[in-house]
């Protein structure tokens, strides 16, 4: 992977997220893309686009509240608010944040076990970075808060 040229194109995308703190973590890869990503899968996209894994019984739109019911459907729950309280690290919760512009979304992020929140961009990389914020130019805002308990962390 070439991390300089990753850089490059991130910051020309998200030139507030270098200032927050990213990494990159992996190559380019089309196979998966940012919903996928947040519930742990890297072998299909998850995406309401026709030809795409989507839950059976949801509406093939983008509209964030049908997101928020696909993640209802893999075992997440809608927490009350998005704060910082609330996306602080909790042993044995999962949790993610979901990004809308608008009533569309847009992304996903999922926590991880370190604290740091990775990200699947597009067709590009994912990434590793510090905070929910740096992504408006494209994604617009963090949106909604799910968590799901378990004992074990993706």
């Known amino acids: 992977m070439d991390i300089a040229k990753s850089r490059q194109r991130i910051d020309g995308w ?3 997220l270098a200032g927050f703190g990213y990494d990159p973590k992996s190559e380019e890869t089309a196979e998966y893309n940012c919903i996928a990503w947040a519930v ?4 299909r996209r ?3 686009a026709p030809g795409y894994y989507w839950p059976p019984g949801l509406p093939r739109d983008d509209q964030i ?3 928020v019911r696909v993640f209802k459907s893999s075992g997440y729950e809608l927490c009350d608010e998005l704060n910082s309280e609330f996306a602080s690290l ?3 919760v999962l949790k993610i944040v979901l990004y809308a512009d608008g009533s569309e979304w847009t992304h996903a992020v999922r926590q991880l076990p370190t604290g740091r929140w990775t990200s699947k961009l597009g067709d590009y990389e994912d990434i590793e970075h ?3 914020d740096g992504f408006e130019e494209h ?3 963090p949106r909604f808060l799910m968590r799901m308990r378990t004992t074990e962390q993706i």
């Open 130 to 132: 510090d905070t929910l």
């Open 139 to 141: 994604y617009g805002q």
């Open 90 to 92: 909790e042993a044995g």
């Open 14 to 16: 998200f030139p507030r």
């Open 46 to 48: 998850w995406d309401a």
């Open 65 to 67: 509240e049908t997101l």
């Open 40 to 43: 742990g899968e890297t072998h």
